[in-house]
């Protein structure tokens, strides 16, 4: 497989956001209002011009994505993870993971940070292999945040009560 992870500077910027979108339509389903979007172009046109998309490539084509950042805590955080529903289990999300990792351990971080948006009081299959394999991974959950409290003016986009939980791991 002959698989590329690098941060790009000229992306497809709608290709980019087409693929987050469909891939958290169905990721996040029942989590938000019916045609709420994870993202749009100027956001992810405002990460692409802070140098912090990874894209990843299969034989050139965009198989998936990941923003990296530093937090003003100092720690590294990743997010919009995700792997192109028609490239699932090939390893895609482990190299992006690895790569994030990388990049943050290059730039002297010594903790990455990742955020899970997950239903209080029930169960979302999506998020609990997220939770199991982000644990495998070596991450900790170290806080969990009512959303209405983190992102109080996008709480009335939610279609049921969520919480955020912070995952830190040592790199
Ligand atoms: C999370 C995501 C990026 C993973 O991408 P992927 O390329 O399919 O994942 P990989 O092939 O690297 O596999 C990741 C792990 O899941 C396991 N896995 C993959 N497919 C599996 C399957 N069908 N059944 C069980 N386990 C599976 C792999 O064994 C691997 O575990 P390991 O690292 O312990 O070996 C992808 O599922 C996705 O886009 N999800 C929706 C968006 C999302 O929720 N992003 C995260 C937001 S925090």
Redesign the pocket.
């Known amino acids: 497989m002959a698989l590329d992870i690098s941060i790009e500077h000229s992306v497809d910027i709608a290709e980019v956001t087409h693929l987050i979108n469909r891939?958290?339509a169905?990721?996040?389903k029942g989590l938000w209002q019916p045609g709420t979007d994870r993202t749009n172009v100027a956001e992810v046109a405002a990460v692409v011009q802070a140098g912090e998309l990874a894209v990843a490539r299969l034989d050139g084509a965009v198989v998936?994505v990941v923003r990296v950042q530093r937090l003003p805590g100092g720690e590294g955080e990743f997010?919009m993870?995700?792997?192109s529903p028609e490239?699932?289990?090939?390893?895609?999300?482990?190299?992006?993971v690895a790569f994030a990792e990388g990049w943050a351990r290059a730039a002297g971080l010594r903790v990455m940070q990742?955020?899970?948006l997950v239903p209080r009081g029930w169960t979302h299959p999506?998020k609990e292999?997220?939770r199991e394999?982000y644990t495998?991974?070596g991450y900790r959950e170290v806080r969990r945040d009512p959303f209405e409290l983190a992102y109080p003016a996008l709480q009335p986009q939610l279609a049921t009560d969520c919480d955020f939980v912070v995952y830190h791991k040592p790199l």
């Open positions: 891939v958290y169905d990721a996040e998936g997010g993870l995700v792997a490239q699932r289990g090939v390893g895609i999300g482990r190299e992006l990742l955020e899970l999506v292999f997220l394999w495998r991974l």
